[in-house]
């Protein structure tokens, strides 16, 4: 890092621990979700040099922080168009009882989420999209 680099951070770094030291919790937090899209800027590759690094480096060099990053991902899932799935069965020792469950003049319960679960024949084929979410946990000034 050339030596105009690293004043332009110190610069910043003042400027920042300024307006942490006299921000409310609102103005904190706002801080924190800058840092975390500097962040995750980063680990897109998006920064390089300019004014993007130096306030990243200005925010790593001025507070202690803990990181937090979050892949997500959407799968795609082939699901058939019908399907079947067995209930729990319907027990009684009353032949009657028995004709008219038979017989759909008796409702019976449904399966159970679960059931149905198990009874789907479906296909994972890969993931679709995957995003990256950064948090920034305790961050404070440093030596603070």
């Known amino acids: 890092m050339t030596n105009k680099f690293a004043k332009e951070i110190k610069s910043e770094g003042n400027v920042l621990a300024l307006r942490w030291l006299k921000g409310d919790r609102k103005e ?29 480096n200005a925010y790593k060099e001025t507070f202690d922080y803990i990181p937090n990053y979050m892949v997500e991902s959407i799968w795609e899932v082939e699901l058939p168009s019908h399907t079947y799935a ?5 027990e009684t020792r009353d032949l ?3 004709r008219l469950a038979l017989s759909g003049e008796k409702d019976l319960d449904p399966p159970d989420d679960m059931q149905i679960a198990d009874e789907i024949d479906f296909i ?7 995003t990256l979410d950064v948090l920034v946990e305790q961050m404070r000034l440093k030596n603070d």
Do not use: C, V
């Open 28 to 56: 904190k937090w706002s801080m924190e979700q800058e840092f975390a899209n500097l962040l995750r800027d980063e680990a897109h590759h998006r920064i390089t040099k300019g004014e993007k690094f130096i306030e990243l």
């Open 86 to 90: 067995p209930a729990n069965p319907y």
């Open 96 to 98: 009657e009882k028995a």
């Open 124 to 130: 994972i084929s890969g993931d679709h999209e995957r």
